[in-house]
T-cell receptor
């Protein structure tokens, strides 16, 4: 079946450094990907998305990179701040199908 | 996201009890979803609905049922709660573009 996974369950970075969170997916037909941020006690919040016709998309302090050849996407957070500490999920879908979520990476920002 | 609300936010119940979790949205989206989240795991899809007359089972529908009372309302029921249904439950909505917006979650404990 379809799956979306994450390379690392935890990531610690110094405040001000850049963070990179990685995600692998199994279905080469997946054509839409989303990154979510989940803070403790809250629901997942949309960060950024990308469709398979793009390799890169930038938002405010965040960039998503998609490598369809190796079925990998990453989320880059520039100048990481304490408020970025959370669990980050990638999710993917194929066409009009539902999203499949990875297990999440917990990002801890060290002051 | 304040546009998606869930009630109750916390619930403790006993094995065998019937429980209903409610979700309302003001985003005007046709699609609504119920997910379950267990510690250390990603989100698992329980049921989804693409419009008022459409109900579909997700990955883990056994032991759950849903009702789509209106475009804005989608409720999840546990007919006879059991301890391994203790989890966080999230409702989400989306338009046809695929981006899902999540509610704040309901923490359910079954004793």
């Amino acid at each position: 079946g379809e799956s979306v996974g994450l390379h690392l369950p935890t990531l610690s970075v110094q405040e001000g450094d850049n963070s990179i969170i990685n995600c692998a997916y199994s279905n080469s037909a997946s054509d839409y990907f989303i990154w979510y941020k989940q803070e403790s006690g809250k629901g997942p919040q949309f960060i950024i998305d990308i469709r398979s016709n793009m390799d890169k998309r930038q938002g405010q302090r965040v960039t998503v990179l998609l490598n369809k050849t190796v079925k990998h996407l990453s989320l880059q957070i520039a100048a990481t701040q304490p408020g970025d500490s959370a669990v980050y999920f990638c999710a993917g879908t194929t066409g009009a199908n539902n999203l499949f979520f990875g297990t999440g990476t917990r990002l801890t920002v060290i002051p | 996201d304040a546009d998606v609300t869930q009630t109750p936010r916390n619930r403790i119940t006993k094995t065998g009890k019937r429980i209903m979790l409610e979700c309302s949205q003001t985003k005007g989206h046709d699609r609504m979803y119920w997910y379950r989240q267990d510690p250390g795991l990603g989100l698992q899809l329980i049921y989804y609905s693409f419009d008022v007359k459409d109900i579909n089972k997700g990955e883990i529908s056994d032991g759950y049922s849903v009702s789509r009372q209106a475009q804005a309302k989608f409720s999840l029921s546990l007919e006879s709660a059991i301890p391994n249904q203790t989890a966080l439950y999230f409702c989400a909505t989306s338009d046809s573009g695929g981006r899902q917006f999540f509610g704040p979650g309901t923490r359910l404990t079954v004793l």
